[in-house]
């Protein structure tokens, strides 16, 4: 089976389980998301280990187990339905990227960290979220662009970093949990930033 269609499969099997987990929301939400910032936190230490210089492994570890708690809280923090709309903005972001930059190619994005990402792979990144988000946010059209920029940028450097810190340590993904797309983090590197920059937001 190629990579595609263990990608496609893998989504069209969590994605309802996730969107179960997300309305039926109080004890099996939380259940859930702290076990997947567990294996989150796991992964990201893990990658941290094989650098070769001890401080900076202590640092990195030190770095996740912040983050992910950090993106924990905020998840958690979140009214039910804004978390579902940032879900479903982040999801879309990265089937607009994929589909756009699969299409159409051109400039990379950032070639020595994360190849095969490309200019128009961001514009799709940022568009299809906004589409999405226009729909709840109507007929702020406006503020619906915006908002999927934002998703599409914010979620871009989340991943770029995740990238950045495999390229590093000579990983190619960050586990293998996921049919398809690797580890957890592989799949909520950009997820994580995108809530928890939401959450800061509302919380100023």
């Known amino acids: 089976m190629s990579s595609f269609?263990?990608?496609?499969?893998?989504?069209?099997?969590?994605?309802?389980?996730?969107?179960?987990?997300?309305?039926?929301?109080?004890?099996?939400?939380?259940?859930?998301?702290?076990?997947?910032?567990?294996?989150?936190?796991?992964?990201?230490?893990?990658?941290?280990?094989?650098?070769?210089?001890?401080?900076?492994?202590?640092?990195?570890?030190?770095?996740?187990?912040?983050?992910?708690?950090?993106?924990?809280?905020?998840?958690?923090?979140?009214?039910?339905?804004?978390?579902?709309?940032?879900?479903?903005?982040?999801?879309?972001?990265?089937?607009?990227g994929y589909i756009l930059g699969k299409t159409f190619g051109g400039p990379k994005l950032c070639p020595s960290i994360s190849p095969n990402k490309t200019i128009s792979g961001l514009v799709g990144a940022c568009l299809f979220p906004a589409f999405v988000l226009s729909f709840p946010l109507h007929p702020e059209l406006l503020h619906a662009l915006l908002a999927g920029c934002v998703v599409g940028v914010i979620g871009q450097v989340g991943d770029v970093s995740i990238s950045y810190l495999k390229r590093r340590v000579g990983v190619k993904d960050t586990g293998n949990l996921i049919p398809g797309h690797g580890g957890i983090l592989d799949r909520i590197d950009a997820l994580m930033l995108v809530t928890i920059t939401c959450w800061l937001l509302m919380a100023l």
């Open 5 to 96: 269609w263990k990608r496609s499969l893998s989504i069209l099997l969590l994605a309802p389980v996730v969107l179960g987990i997300l309305w039926i929301g109080g004890l099996a939400l939380k259940v859930f998301i702290a076990l997947v910032m567990l294996l989150a936190f796991y992964e990201f230490a893990r990658m941290a280990w094989l650098e070769k210089s001890l401080g900076v492994r202590y640092g990195l570890t030190i770095f996740a187990a912040l983050y992910c708690g950090l993106a924990c809280v905020a998840i958690l923090s979140l009214p039910l339905s804004v978390l579902l709309m940032i879900v479903l903005a982040v999801w879309s972001s990265d089937i607009g």
